[in-house]
């Protein structure tokens, strides 16, 4: 089914190019720069605050990360905080289980779930009286700067080698992470700005090419001259 409005006013973190200009080392004379591939950054500007009252919805303070289990099974990081409920109880996000202190996270089937700004998860199930509400679970909320992660190919977040080699290769816990429930943190992504950037560097490359076919045109010019010498 198409994505709501809810769904697609979800975070978005820029992803920058994974392509740049740059100078080939090499057994060869440095007079050509051409396009190199690259790790590829992500702009961490938080995004605005969009108040959805749905309790499985949580934005995240500066620096907070939330915890998934990622395809190979190893610790993914992610600021998206749409939280939903699996056939079997297992909360996901983007159909990666969430991770808790203990694991990957079920609540009870039906139960009505709260969470609290430490990340307690609660659950209170259908037809129980309100003072039996339980807690089920906590979310695992970790603390990493933008320079300390990178983007995965699967749009989940990881820790760079310097950031392993320092802090290891899992994040713990971070108490001091807290986070507002009924609450997406919406993209940081400027359309209009973005729309002038790409049109402007669209205009940078047809100046670019134009300088390339009057380079190869002179280069062509030069090579008759000296064919006539």
Known sequence: PPPSRRQRQLRITASRTP????????????????VTASTPGADMTPGQLDYT????DVALQQDGWLVVQAADGAEGYTRNGNIQVGPTGQLTIQGHPVIGEGGPITVPEGSEITIAAD???????????PNTVAPVGRLKLVKAEGNEVQRSD?????LTAEA???????LAADPSIRIMSGVLEGSN??????MTDMIANARRFEMQMKVITSVDENEGRANQLLSMS
């Open 154 to 158: 699967d749009g989940l977040f990881r």
């Open 189 to 194: 992504v400027k359309p209009v700005e973005a």
């Open 119 to 129: 990340g307690t998860i609660s659950a209170l199930n259908p037809g129980d009286p």
């Open 19 to 34: 392509l740049r200009a740059g100078p080939v080392d090499g057994l060869s004379l440095a007079t050509r720069t051409l």
């Open 164 to 170: 392993q080699a320092e802090r290891g290769a899992v």
């Open 53 to 56: 009252s749905r309790p499985l």
